[in-house]
């Protein structure tokens, strides 16, 4: 019975998959199998030489099995030697099992590099289409190491079949995609370009997916493509259905490439050439216009593939941003396709108009769709629909509408599904703050939340409720009052009793006058939910007590009752009973000053990023924050905010010592370990203001610090006694930094912290701290593979005169990393005198036999040693005209590349480390800042003011110190990273 | 695209197409919460959803379902026809495909695919160029056998 196809008689494989498919369970399957593998091994080892077919027969039977989820560990031998048949159909069979297994066992690589290289060189476009498709399934950096050279050459040689060319357009781009570093640019790129002009269309199609890769990197190199692109674009568009002949798919011509030649265009800005520009903007007027024609077809394939074009049509358009006119026209477009009958398209519009609710041209447009958004939130069967309904109303919300759409979506919260909750109640979160006029609003919203969905209130959420009543004294007494009445109710979420038992403890003073709110009252509330509370939360309301203790001196009594009861004194838990003795002692032996002085109300929290905020784009991935990025929106002066800092990078590989609140710009590395476990959520809240540690331990920066012995006194002779150093390549030695060295140094120049450099093999992370001259950075190596990383050996080196300039202390690490884990190297720093080039981090190993080398920039540059300086207006003026010989300034006029956003800018500064003077500038759009570069031989003097210009997008940067070599530098430095 | 797997009803996987680096032991984490995720859904819902940070597009042929994962960027209507196209290549050379065919003849899927996607990108999306392809290696082919296959999608009513 079984089916076998055309040509291919392998009728011993049809018979052992009808079998394996008439066994009757997974035993009697295990057993069929271990049957067949001991059968295709006695046949490798025996004696008789098998004959091609045999051979393909079994390692296809080999094949099957791996597939069906079994391990394979034999065989490759034989797959090998079919490679170098000169039957198609053997080589054929070797080349799939090598690319559908190579993965578990890349020794195998280097045995077929020999029968690839000669398939390649075949000139038989057969044999080279399989090679390439093996290299490209493969796709690993070895295969990169030997081939990524030669492929190239191949796509643009005059001779290439047209299938082989297509096959080395997208070998070559995943060769690209897993180690850019490999592929050579050069001559060949131009002629890559003038692809987009052949004749057969597969050829294009190839093409354009490898050239979208490359420009992506290499943006000015491939300029010319814009052009070609919309030429070709045009011809597509404007052909009648049938011109395409076999690329015209259900009457709708060349769909994939119309496709893939959007994306290329959405690599670039809209075109200066302005003929170019304009048959551009009539292509995509004529796409708007075919959608509004009757379909040419019923088929849902005729559809799909004209809404593929209309969709990638509108990402263009928004892309550009620029035509007031089209953004309009595709925001009726996809109005229209909010109420299709198509599940699909309804998805996909509320997708896309997402993106067009944050361009200014169509806001407003989009605004007008609510009411169906709205109702499609409610009524669509599909949870992912409903979750891009409640996506959109989000994207689209603004003062005008805020307090519509989040009392919608409250509504929707008590019905949503699980899996979207705690999304939902983070962005109502988020927009209550953002949008709230009056605070009591946002103070009813959030108790809202934690009333109707307390489970999904995460810890970001409350802590940021408690911040901002903490921040803004008209919205206190409010507060005390709602959560009191909130914790009356008999049964109310453990989240309730935390916020309510920190807002009393801060503020119950406030209600204290009416005596249905009097001092005993609210303390019996609170303490009738006790016992029913987590650890975390005992501990919370024991604070929440001492702070009676001096709130309401009346309670005092009571409350020493409380903790003096044998069941806290005596707590199992470490964390309540040294709470209990330690705030009963203060209650005792502090006189009324002391007291009042210790648990004062809280100072305000340091205004900064939404901790909420950065959940979201946790959860979400970068851009989900996208509604609130964007600099469109008027700057809010309710905004509690700040700017939001668009640096996924950050959110997306957050620390995993980064403190709970994600509050903390710089996570101290190393942070000691937490003095206790659960209990330690008091000190979380509190961990932002310096005044309010409770416990008397070291803060995590003191700590930290603490620990940061300064390197011996003869740095640089301690570099040459260190045991490292020994194994030290001289400087060449290694190889030069790979080519986005610097862009990765630039990441650093203004954070301490995050990954710095990543690849599928390895991923280096980085922290680091700077305190005047000295400096510790910690390197995490992680492993990515399951392969051990052998001779494993990271050294710093220091190229010209740097060792003058520079100690760099290094411990040394295993020499072997086991596969998926983390060794950390620790390395001290001083700068001896000021420096222009970071030290090099070279970075060499064996991965699977095979040398590895990586070099890297270290990302130490001058300004990590700087010291900020306040001063006042006259001081800053006076030194400002000290520093005014011509050599001693440098000036930087440049082109924004990030949205100009105040608040990230102050970041960037403060990260750069100057400190900013207010009230210098006359100018308040400005920033003016002061320094001081601490090296061990000298100190010196920085002066700073940054000047942006939003209309024309620009700004201006003007450095002055004492020293020229340094201007220059710190501008080049600091003029990257707007 | 970041990978295709093919699978039946029954959660059977049929075909797996990985074109990011990743672990055997990943690899199967993946495909069964996939697996688990799209059977669980129902007929009429949209054939997108968001998973992980990808976008997963996927639609049923008879007892088959087709499951993409592509990117943020990626394009999910093409993405639809992708798949289209691929059953209607498998279906013009098996004539009437069924799922037996793609488990009798799995390498011949694994052959149509790579000729229609490489690297995860398209690479030629003309029926007849990517079968010209396929036919010529069958020229070559040394031995031949007949035996009639008639199971179609459409009419296949054994229960796998």
């Known amino acids: 019975m079984p089916a076998v196809s055309k040509g291919d008689g392998m009728r011993g494989l049809a018979v052992f998959i009808s079998d394996i498919r008439n066994c009757k369970s997974k035993e009697a399957e295990i057993k069929r199998i271990n049957k067949e593998l001991a059968n295709i091994r006695s046949k490798f080892k025996g004696d008789k030489a098998l004959d091609g077919y045999s051979k393909k027969k079994y390692v296809c039977k080999l094949l099957f099995i791996f597939l069906l989820g079994h391990d394979i560990d034999f065989g490759h031998m034989e797959a090998v030697n079919l490679l170098s048949s000169n039957k198609y159909t053997e080589k054929q069979i070797g080349y799939l099992f090598i690319s559908v297994l190579v993965n578990s066992n890349s020794e195998l690589i280097r045995l077929i590099n020999n029968a690839i290289k000669n398939d390649l060189a075949s000139r038989n476009p057969t044999f080279m289409c399989l090679a390439l498709h093996c290299i490209a399934n493969v796709g690993s950096r070895e295969m990169g190491e030997a081939f990524a050279a030669d492929i190239p050459r191949i796509l643009v040689a005059g001779d290439s079949m047209d299938s082989v060319k297509q096959s080395a357009a997208l070998c070559l781009l995943r060769l690209y995609k897993a180690s850019p570093d490999l592929v050579p640019m050069g001559e060949w790129t131009a002629r890559v370009v003038h692809l987009l002009n052949d004749q057969h269309m597969g050829v294009v199609t190839a093409a354009v997916s490898l050239i979208t890769c490359l420009c992506k990197k290499n943006p000015d190199d491939f300029k010319t493509c814009i052009s070609l692109a919309v030429s070709r674009l045009s011809r597509i568009v404007s052909s009648a259905s049938t011109d395409l002949q076999d690329y015209t798919y259900y009457f709708v011509p060349a769909p994939w490439l119309s496709v893939k030649l959007l994306r290329l265009l959405q690599c670039y800005p809209p075109p200066e050439d302005a003929a170019v520009k304009g048959r551009l903007v009539e292509c995509l007027e004529t796409v708007l216009n075919k959608a509004q024609e009757p379909p040419k077809s019923k088929k849902v394939q005729h559809s799909n593939a004209k809404n593929a074009i209309l969709f990638e049509t509108i990402s263009l358009i928004i892309h550009y941003d620029s035509e007031p006119n089209l953004l309009v026209r595709a925001c009726n477009q996809l109005g229209q396709f909010l109420q299709h009958r198509e599940t699909n398209l309804r998805y996909l519009a509320l997708e896309s108009m997402c993106t067009l609710a944050s361009s200014e041209f169509s806001h407003e447009a989009v605004k007008t769709h609510i009411d169906t958004v709205i109702n499609a939130l409610k009524t669509e069967r599909d949870v992912s629909v409903r979750q891009r309904a409640a996506d959109l109303l989000y994207a689209m919300c603004d003062r005008s509408n805020a307090k519509q759409i989040v009392s919608e979506m409250l509504r929707y919260l008590e019905t949503a599904d699980y899996a979207i909750r705690e999304e939902i109640v983070l962005k109502v979160a988020i927009l209550a703050e953002k949008y709230a006029v009056d605070y009591s609003w946002y103070v009813d919203t959030i108790l809202n939340l934690i009333r109707i969905a307390g489970d999904y209130v995460s810890e970001e959420v409350w802590y940021r409720v408690l911040q901002i009543v903490t921040n803004r004294d008209d919205v206190q007494g409010y507060a005390a009052k709602t959560v009191f009445e909130a914790l009356q109710a008999p049964a109310c979420h453990e989240n309730m009793v935390k916020v309510g038992g920190y807002i009393l403890g801060e503020f119950g003073n406030l209600i204290a006058g009416d005596p249905r709110s009097s001092p005993p009252v609210q303390f019996s509330l609170l303490h009738s939910k006790f016992h029913l509370c987590s650890v975390a939360t005992r501990a919370l309301l024991l604070s929440t007590y001492i702070k009676f203790i001096n709130l309401f001196p009346e309670t005092k009594a009571t409350i020493q009752g409380v903790l003096r009861a044998g069941s806290q004194l005596r707590n199992a838990d470490v964390e309540l009973q040294q709470r209990a003795v330690e705030y009963l002692t203060l209650s005792s032996v502090a006189s009324t000053d002391v007291l009042a002085t210790v648990l004062e109300e809280m100072p305000p929290f340091p205004e900064r990023e939404s901790s909420i905020l950065a959940k979201l784009k946790r959860k979400k991935g970068p851009g989900a924050g996208s509604a609130l990025d964007d600099g469109r929106r008027e700057p809010s002066s309710h905004d509690i905010n700040g700017g939001v800092e668009p640096t996924p990078s950050t959110v997306s590989t957050p620390s995993p010592s980064a403190d709970l609140l994600g509050l903390r710009a710089a996570p101290p590395p190393a942070a000691p370990p937490a003095p206790s476990g659960a209990g330690n959520l008091l000190v979380d809240v509190f961990s932002d203001g310096p005044a309010a540690q409770p416990s008397l331990g070291p803060t995590p920066e003191e700590a930290f610090l603490s620990e940061l012995e300064p390197p011996a006194p003869e740095s640089p002779m301690a570099l040459l006694a260190d045991p490292a150093p020994a194994a030290d390549p001289g400087p060449e030695d290694i190889g030069p930094p790979i080519p986005e060295a610097d862009e990765l140094l630039n990441k650093f120049v203004c954070r301490n912290n995050g990954v710095l450099f990543e690849n599928q093999l390895l991923q280096i992370g980085v922290k680091s701290e700077f305190r005047q001259n000295l400096g510790r950075m910690y390197l995490f190596y992680g492993n990515k593979t399951s392969v051990q990383f052998q001779n494993f050996s990271p050294t710093v080196v220091h190229p010209g005169d740097l060792q003058t300039q520079l100690a760099v202390q290094t411990k040394r690490v295993a020499s072997q990393v086991d596969g998926g884990a983390q060794v950390q190297q620790v390395l001290n720093i001083e700068c001896l005198r000021d420096f222009l080039t970071p030290p090099l981090l070279s970075v060499r190993f064996r991965y699977g036999g095979a040398p590895q080398s990586l070099t890297l920039k270290l990302p130490v540059t001058i300004n990590k040693f700087f010291q900020p300086t306040e001063m006042a207006a006259q001081d800053f003026f006076q030194r400002w005209k000290q520093l005014s010989l011509p050599q001693q300034e440098a000036q930087k006029i440049f082109k924004a590349n990030h949205p100009m956003d105040a608040e990230v800018t102050k970041a960037k500064l403060l990260g750069f480390g100057s400190a900013l003077l207010d009230n210098v500038d006359p100018n308040p759009e400005n920033f003016v800042g002061a320094g001081i570069i601490q090296t061990k031989a000298l100190q010196v003097g920085c002066l700073l003011r940054l000047e942006p210009n939003a209309q024309a997008q620009m700004y201006r940067l003007t450095l002055r110190t004492s020293k020229e070599p340094v201007s220059r530098h710190l501008c080049e430095l600091l003029a990257q990273q707007f | ?160």
């Open chain 2, 1 to 160: 695209m970041q990978f295709m797997l093919l699978f039946s009803r029954q959660g059977k996987l049929r075909l797996q197409k990985w074109y990011v680096p990743l672990s055997d032991k990943e690899k199967k984490k993946i495909t069964r919460e996939l697996v688990q995720t799209v059977l669980a859904r129902k007929p009429k819902m949209c054939s997108f959803l968001e998973w992980r940070d990808l976008k997963i597009v996927y639609k049923r042929y008879a007892s088959l379902y087709f499951c993409c994962a592509i990117e943020d960027q990626d394009n999910e209507l093409i993405t639809l026809e992708i798949i289209h196209r691929y059953v209607e290549l498998l279906d013009k050379y098996f004539g009437s495909v069924c799922e037996l065919d793609i488990i009798f003849n799995f390498e011949k899927a694994y052959f149509i695919l790579d000729e229609f996607l490489l690297g995860g990108e398209v690479q030629e999306t003309s029926k007849k160029n990517v079968l010209k392809a396929i036919e010529q290696a069958d020229l070559l082919q040394e031995k031949t056998e007949h035996v009639s296959h008639s199971k179609s999608f459409v009419g296949c009513k054994k229960a796998y």
